[in-house]
């Protein structure tokens, strides 16, 4: 046999993946491999492709091979396969990525270096999938170059909100049909190029009052004349209408469908019809609470401290040395606004301030913790016969 001559080595090199249709276009070759019925991603794609086309297909999984050395890649679709799995870093060689759909497959979550690599990446699209989970450290790398991240149509109740707040180029940003219940106050303030925002249909009682908001108004002002104006679409949420929600009603648009799932009072009315002056909050008021506690030293004390209030009041606890109380490896403060002390001293004897506080105020109450020294049952014993409050440290 002779020698393969180097014309047709180089002819094999840049075959054409068996299926696929290749085009040498304007000297960036494409690989279109659409709805072919693979079951994996074509080990024999030419690795100088700029574009690839995988829809359509039956592709279970990613693998590191599958885009390995694909340095030149900008354009690739992998919408509606059966998607199930990214192993970490196949992405790793796609610097030049600009636009990448996954949607319409069965990822559940993704984890810290599923999209590793993906520094140039414009266009994430990975609406239609299942996602329940999406690490930290996920668009890390991507955050800054993003400028539309479509997330619809998933099972997302957080989103890495830190990552989001880096997306500084971002331009859209679809996260409508989710379960997400909570947005961190100042996660868009930096996304001064975002002009579409769809909120759509998830468990959001509120949203955080934010300035690009202001460029959601119909007569907006242009106080930046770069800053587009903003779309923002909020229906579909159970909003609760408190006076933390004044700022949005304040804002000149009334061509939305919001209601307002809460107070009862205001159960389902139009959010735009109710008025300004019925967004109310209370104060707190503390409704349960330990008056007086009597513990052995070293034991446990678990003091109770209830409210009520709108919004729900958070609960603080200060020492009788006016130190603010935290977790730490001794005391813990419970969501419920129970402080637990694990192993009580002699320290922890004297007079407790539980603080409820709001929007609307904050209500305090006081609890006499009397530590008992573990040397005097017997005074322990008399004590819990009805004596009440000890007046000063005890020792036997
Ligand atoms: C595509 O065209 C360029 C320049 O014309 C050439 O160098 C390259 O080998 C071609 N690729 C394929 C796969 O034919
Ligand atoms: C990628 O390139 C490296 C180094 O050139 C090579 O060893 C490796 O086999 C290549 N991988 C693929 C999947 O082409
Ligand atoms: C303290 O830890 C408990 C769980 O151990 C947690 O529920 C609570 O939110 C923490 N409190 C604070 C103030 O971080
Ligand atoms: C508050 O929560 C803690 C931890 O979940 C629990 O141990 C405690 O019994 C709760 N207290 C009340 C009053 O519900």
């Given at each position: 046999?002779?020698?393969?001559?180097?014309?047709?080595?180089?002819?094999?090199?840049?075959a054409?993946p068996?299926y696929?249709?290749?085009?040498?276009l304007?000297?960036?070759?494409g690989?279109?491999?659409?709805?072919?019925?693979l079951?994996?991603?074509?080990?024999?794609?030419?690795?100088s492709?700029?574009?690839?086309?995988l829809?359509?297909?039956y592709i279970?999984?990613?693998?590191?091979?599958?885009?390995?050395?694909?340095?030149?890649?900008?354009?690739?679709?992998l919408?509606?396969?059966t998607?199930?799995y990214?192993?970490?870093?196949?992405?790793g060689d796609l610097?030049?990525?600009?636009?990448?759909?996954?949607?319409?497959?069965?990822?559940m979550?993704?984890g810290?270096?599923?999209?590793?690599?993906l520094?140039n990446?414009?266009?994430?699209?990975?609406n239609?999938?299942?996602?329940g989970?999406?690490?930290?450290?996920a668009?890390?790398?991507?955050?800054p170059s993003?400028?539309?991240?479509d997330?619809?149509?998933?099972?997302l109740?957080s989103?890495?909100?830190?990552s989001?707040?880096?997306?500084?180029?971002?331009?859209?940003?679809?996260?409508?049909?989710?379960?997400?219940?909570?947005?961190?106050?100042?996660?868009?303030?930096d996304?001064?190029?975002?002009?579409?925002?769809?909120?759509?249909?998830?468990?959001?009682q509120k949203?955080?009052?934010?300035p690009?908001?202001?460029r959601?108004q119909?007569?907006?002002?242009?106080?930046?004349?770069?800053?587009?104006?903003?779309?923002?679409s909020?229906?579909g949420?159970?909003?609760h209408?408190?006076?933390?929600?004044l700022?949005?009603?304040?804002?000149?648009?009334?061509?939305?469908?919001?209601?307002?799932?809460?107070?009862?009072?205001l159960k389902?009315?139009?959010?735009?019809?109710v008025?300004?002056?019925?967004?109310?909050?209370?104060?707190?008021?503390?409704?349960?609470?330990?008056?007086?506690?009597?513990?052995?030293?070293?034991?446990?004390?678990?003091?109770?401290?209830?409210?009520t209030?709108?919004?729900?009041?958070?609960?603080?606890w200060?020492?009788?040395?006016?130190?603010?109380?935290?977790?730490?490896?001794?005391t813990?403060v419970?969501?419920?606004?129970?402080?637990?002390?694990?192993?009580?001293?002699?320290?922890?004897?004297g007079t407790?301030?539980?603080?409820?506080?709001n929007?609307?105020?904050?209500?305090?109450a006081s609890?006499?913790?009397s530590?008992i020294?573990?040397?005097?049952?017997?005074?322990?014993?008399?004590l819990?016969r009805?004596?009440?409050?000890?007046?000063?440290?005890?020792?036997?």
């Open positions: 046999m002779a020698l393969v001559p180097p014309m047709v080595l180089l002819m094999i090199t840049h054409c068996k696929c249709v290749c085009q040498n304007s000297e960036s070759l690989t279109l491999c659409p709805s072919k019925g079951l994996f991603v074509p080990l024999d794609i030419d690795r492709t700029v574009e690839l086309r829809g359509g297909n279970l999984r990613i693998t590191q091979q599958d885009f390995a050395n694909m340095t030149d890649l900008v354009d690739l679709t919408s509606r396969n998607i199930s990214i192993q970490p870093f196949s992405f610097e030049t990525l600009r636009s990448l759909h996954l949607d319409n497959n069965r990822l979550e993704l810290p270096d599923d999209l590793r690599g520094v990446l414009q266009h994430l699209i990975m239609n999938n299942q996602l989970r999406i690490h930290d450290k668009f890390e790398d991507l955050a993003l400028e539309d991240l997330l619809s149509y998933n099972n109740v989103l890495p909100w830190d989001v707040r880096q997306m500084i180029n971002l331009h859209q940003l679809s996260l409508d049909h989710n379960l997400l219940d909570f947005i961190p106050e100042g996660t868009f303030t996304l001064e190029r975002l002009a579409r925002l769809d909120l759509t249909s998830n468990r959001l949203l955080p009052p934010d690009i908001f202001a959601a119909d007569s907006m002002i242009l106080t930046t004349p770069y800053a587009p104006q903003l779309s923002l909020l229906g949420n159970p909003l209408c408190n006076c933390e929600m700022w949005l009603r304040r804002l000149e648009r009334d061509d939305d469908l919001e209601t307002c799932a809460s107070p009862p009072a389902g009315r139009y959010f735009w019809n008025k300004e002056e019925e967004f109310l909050c209370q104060p707190p008021l503390i409704t349960q609470h330990t008056h007086r506690m009597l513990v052995l030293e070293g034991q446990t004390a678990s003091l109770r401290c209830e409210a209030g709108d919004p729900s009041p958070t609960i603080h200060i020492s009788p040395d006016d130190r603010l109380l935290g977790n730490t490896s001794r813990a419970y969501s419920n606004g129970t402080l637990s002390i694990t192993i009580t001293t002699s320290k922890d004897y407790f301030t539980c603080i409820a506080a929007v609307a105020g904050e209500s305090t609890v006499e913790v530590i020294h573990v040397l005097c049952p017997a005074v322990f014993s008399l819990f009805g004596k009440g409050a000890l007046r000063s440290p005890l020792h036997c």
